[in-house]
């Protein structure tokens, strides 16, 4: 990233904090203990215990208690070096989750809420004043009926409160950055930088809203704007007036942000300086620009609908187009990275955002039961065209018409919107998670829901609103290879006509190698209840499926009884990998009244033994992301395939497609159809004289059809090849299942 | 309506207008004409040159060019008697729809939007000082695809620039009160009564905010509150601060406002007195009040859906719950009663709605593509027990998002809401009419419905809001006896599952006399197309079914050539009659899934020769009323019949049900059934011994079998009479067709 000066006018000062805890907001509490900033009170507490990791076994276990205790950080204000024209503040990021900021004695702030910033004065305190910050415990809705409706009053993710891949372990503490700031009396307290392309995106206008702290007669403001190679492009100033700006400006033809596949995000640069009357640069704030335009439009077919009398409602749109074109949304459900955001940093968002960039992935959904990521994580997205459907934390409970929560839930749903809204990633803002269904109970009537339409509407009008996924037409499910009625993945999208499927799963379990490191080596093989296993999500998961997530019933149904573990794992790890691929291939089959395929889900918080990830912790990809990402190239060869088992003389048939996303027209080709069984040569059994496609377009190819022969045994191959000669590979296979010995 | 004081503290003075039309906005009119205020320019001018009724034949065609029209007021500010602590307003509840107001050849308001109401201080205006209002023509959207579309961008009601039942007649002109009114200089701004009924509705809480202008030191706000007997519960008294007082206070076991067939509609007192320092009164402001809660929740069973994956949400709440009661909703959409809503009286309200409320409806939708009523339409609403479904101008188009259309709308829509929201009668708020659907092709992402969802949110949250009709689960239609494919109304709901039924119409003639009194004589039989009959929507009203409204087609298909008018007339309300009576009570018949059954249309804006109306213009009920107040008896037995036409050897089925909204048990009867044959003694075919009930519950009973005998000939009826004995009768009859002499 090119910076138009590297000279800092902000300086970040460490400020080191001890952490202890009490029974009371006013006890102190008797010992106390080095913390890490950010990071989180539990993992300072088991740090100097000397504690083995909260991950290993059922170790997150002892962490329990920590919840209820009232948890303080206390440092003393430092001697700053300064001039009389500076001021230093105390900055921090996010504070996890009711608190108190107190010095000298003295209550400066109560603050509920983890997502807006904080902001003091300190520099009038003298060197050696005592700065603390008193955590509140968890906070518990009293009128929970189950431990995850304990955060149903609160703006806490839901998820620490225990979910099918999450263990109960509530975080606590400064988990953003924090840092006391030297900066000039004179200086910026806000920017806020508006593009509007138009709908030829021909045409960008550019406005950028100032708001200066202490102004000084003569102060004003310049704001440089450069192209993606770094050129000028445009260079503005204007007077401060009663401490505000508004400068603006049009870029003609401007360079576009695209998604991935789509384009090149290309990014433009912005710096907004505060000069006094000498011209000298008092504050800069640097920010990266995106010029593009997201709309969700109608699902195409979808305004035919409904037809018949009584007549409802036509489904809200959800395609995404970006400047103007129609995108096929790809990607995934993205949850907490780690249990502890507080640990969350650059390296760890890169790991796991570059493997979804390698995947053809462009969307991201960061889902209601998460934390709201920290900057770099937008930041990546924004540099690799993940766009992102950002969701305030609501997830899978009633969020009532209570006065406190809807106070909070405003002021943090406002922070959220104000830091979040410039990103060239953000493709629409989300109400929550799955609030619309029997086990959230909420409904369109909802005042959160309201409130967030609004807050949305009033800060960021250009970015789409969802109350919730799913809405009217959108799926979320199945989570399993196969149901209990046996319908299989095969089938679960096959019969279905949605306009986005924005959650479906299947899992699979974590590496052999991964599994090794937190499961005690006596619980490895086989997997039982009762031990690791379980705590890490192998069995009883899911109340619907007591199998979940590892289905060692269902692997065995298939393929016989696992001699070891590595069979096991490899086995239902193909599951996985075929499972995805087919769903991820059906979804894309069903373009364009289909427009969006998200699989639950892409990342886990912790190390899963089984789970619907396609990454384990902290960025393992399980095999299922490389099907997944060859299921999600931009064109591809596909087949519909009845069921995954089959025996020797049956009617195999797959009916053809290419898949073609990709905004260029795709010349004509041949695609043969290969069988491929262990120890048999290849068995060409169809072709197709695929005719050319224009852009986006998919196009439907005939069934293919032939009898098994006799000697089909175990794992066989369905391979497609193309004539095609470029650069992309359009050959796609697909693993079946014949008959296997000592299957039961 | 009894009040604490008959003496008038503001005195309205009326103004004398004349209006004139030019081609330009600075043009003047060359000749003037004296103008009726409240009313329309247009019919000024008519009135002026003697021309006869808009309403009759195709005179209306006469007003076309008065669209393009500007129009202008004028009138010289009279001698006005006060006292030097009085000051004088010109005030205006409406003008229709962008105008400019001039005093003294300088202009003081530009205004576009006929909803905000004009108030003006003129006091310091010598007299004989000229006033004009120069209106400008009718808006009309320049990329408009349709005529209703000239209306996209603009916060006029749509339904005037061409209707399926209303001419195209654009009104302009000052619409609602005008007049100059004398006041004290301390005089009140505003209030804001807001009232919160807690859960088990024992106790409500009140707050009154109060606004004053032109404070003098020592003012003070008195608040006295009376119940429905007219005693005194409450009286509060707080001094001004800077110009602002909110009072407060408890109702114990408040005697509740009920809709229509569940309570009485109590209705408190209320009197807010702006006090100076002696005491005395400068300035009052008296209101009435219902405590009541409204909520809509969900419909029982939906939450049970959707069942299978991928899943979608569950339908959204459409169910009334009103003091914690569900009440199934019965009522109609309430259209404009007159071309022209400057000719509204409370009379002509009183007339529509007093019938309204005797066919037992609890709820009226005021439909978006209507003005929104003037104020005695609510206060008649509050007093009936009528609840009031309130829609925003938006209807069948595409309102995009314009800012400066945007603009408008945000000003309109919360002077809307802050002049209706204290109405007890105010159910609910809804962004217009059919906005989701192909011919509108709005979206949730449609920043207008974002919008007026957030200024509902802000101004008045407790109040729900739906951003249109029909959303997810609610029906509209069909709006014919008999549909293309032959589907009768007897299988229009009978197959479909709807939380609610929001619109469904059959349509009828209007009565003999008022065909005579605006068709002419030699084009009343047999009605043709282009005639009066046409323009006056008795054919190719709607585009889907070129035989609307009329279906003469339809009707001698059932019953045979018709000799003469009162024969044609006659059976085509017969069909309206039954049509609507099986179509109320199917919806019925479908509770508690299906909370609502609300018939398009109840009333109409001029004479049509046929309509979907209950009730033709002015205020004359059509016989179908009489059948739908039968099917909205709060008790009755009901008959599911499969269809209209039998013949003699058929069998004839029906399944009986009790019907009962009331609020009360009801004991166990025993139902016979009877068939009625002209000439023939009645036949009972059947008996059930009806189990009793609960409140508000339904009791589905058998089916009756019969053949039908040989003699069926014409009309024959169905009756089902109770053994019950109470006041109510229970009694249902349906009449039905069979062989018909000479029918084709």
Wanted: with cysteine.
């Amino acid at each position: 990233m090119k910076v138009f000066s590297q000279e800092p006018l902000r300086t970040l000062l460490p400020l080191q904090f001890e952490v202890g805890f009490s029974g009371g907001l006013e006890e102190k509490p008797t010992n106390y203990v080095p913390a890490e900033v950010p990071g989180a009170v539990q993992l300072d507490w088991a740090r100097a215990q000397g504690w083995p990791p909260h991950w290993v076994a059922n170790n997150f276990e002892n962490f329990g208690w920590m919840e209820d205790k009232h948890w303080h950080y206390r440092t003393t204000l430092p001697r700053v070096e300064k001039t009389n024209d500076q001021r230093v503040y105390f900055v921090s990021h996010g504070i996890d989750y009711h608190f108190q900021i107190v010095i000298d004695g003295t209550l400066v702030l109560d603050q509920e809420g983890m997502f807006s910033k904080v902001e003091l004065d300190v520099t009038d305190y003298p060197p050696g004043t005592e700065f603390s910050i008193r955590v509140r415990p968890v906070p518990k809705f009293a009128g929970a009926h189950r431990p995850k409706a304990q955060a149903a009053r609160s703006v806490k993710p839901s998820v620490s409160y225990g979910w099918d891949f999450h263990p109960r372990l509530v975080p606590l503490g400064m988990w953003d950055s924090t840092h006391l700031e030297l900066r000039h009396k004179t200086s910026i307290l806000s920017t806020n930088i508006q593009t509007q392309l138009d709908m030829q995106a021909a045409r960008a206008d550019l406005r950028c809203n100032v708001i200066a702290s202490g102004q000084s007669e003569g102060t004003s403001v310049a704001w440089d704007l450069s192209d993606p190679d770094g050129n000028m492009v445009a260079s503005l100033r204007m007077p401060l007036i009663n401490g505000a700006a508004c400068l603006q400006t049009t870029l003609q033809d401007p360079r576009l942000w695209w998604c991935n596949g789509q384009g090149k995000p290309e990014l433009y640069l912005s710096a907004v300086c505060l000069l006094d009357s000498l011209g000298q640069c008092l504050d800069r704030r640097e920010s990266r620009l995106g010029i593009r335009r997201v709309r969700l439009v109608m699902n195409e077919g979808a305004w035919l609908e409904p037809s018949a009398f009584p007549k409802s409602r036509s489904t809200p749109p959800m395609t995404i187009e970006l400047n103007g074109r129609r995108v096929f949304a790809k990607g995934s459900n993205w949850v907490c990275p780690d249990i502890f955001p507080g640990t969350l940093k650059r390296d760890h968002y890169e790991a796991l955002l570059g493997q979804a960039h390698a995947a053809h992935f462009n969307i991201l959904r960061c889902w209601g039961g998460a934390a709201v990521n920290k900057e770099s994580f937008y930041d990546l997205c924004d540099e690799l065209g993940l766009m992102v459907w950002q969701e305030f934390p609501l997830a899978c409970n009633t969020y009532e018409d209570d006065p406190r929560y809807l106070e909070v839930l405003n002021t943090e749903s406002r922070s959220i919107v104000r830091r979040l809204r410039e990103h060239a990633c953000l493709a629409m803002w989300c109400g929550g998670n799955e609030l619309f269904n029997w086990w959230s109970a909420m409904t369109d009537q909802h005042l959160a829901l309201r409130l967030l339409n609004a807050n949305c509407l009033e800060l960021d009008p250009q970015t789409p609103y969802l109350p919730t996924s799913p809405v009217m037409g959108v799926g979320h499910g199945d989570y399993r290879f196969r149901d209990d009625e046996g319908k299989e993945v095969f089938q679960m999208f096959a019969n279905a006509s949605n306009t986005a499927y924005t959650e479906f799963g299947v899992p699979g379990p974590a590496s052999v190698s991964l599994l090794e490191s937190f499961i005690p080596k006596n619980e490895l093989f086989p997997p039982r209840r009762g031990t690791s296993w379980e705590t890490h999500h192998a069995f009883g998961a899911w109340f619907v499926a007591p199998e979940s997530w590892l289905f060692t019933g269902l692997i065995e149904e298939y393929f016989g009884p696992c001699k070891n573990l590595e069979e096991l794992v490899q086995r239902g790890q193909l599951l996985q990998s075929e499972g995805y691929k087919c769903l991820f291939e059906e979804a894309r089959r069903q373009k364009p009244y289909a427009s969006m395929a998200l699989n639950w889900c892409y990342n886990e918080p912790w190390p899963t033994a089984a789970n619907n990830s396609l990454v384990s912790w902290p960025a393992e990809a399980k095999p299922a992301l490389q099907s997944v990402a060859e299921a999600c190239r931009p064109t591809l060869l596909s087949a519909k395939i009845p069921k995954f088992r089959w025996e020797p003389g049956e009617t195999f048939s797959v009916d053809l497609s290419v898949l073609h996303d990709a905004h260029v027209a795709l010349p004509a080709q041949t695609v043969t159809v290969f069988l491929a069984i262990e120890g048999q040569p290849e068995l060409a059994i169809g072709q197709w004289d695929a005719p050319e496609t224009t852009a986006n377009t998919n196009i439907n190819g005939p069934s293919v059809c032939t009898t098994l022969p006799s000697c089909l045994e175990g794992i066989f191959r369905l391979i497609l090849r193309s004539s095609h000669v470029g650069e992309a590979d359009l050959t796609s296979q697909y693993r079946l299942c014949g008959p296997v010995r000592g299957r039961g």
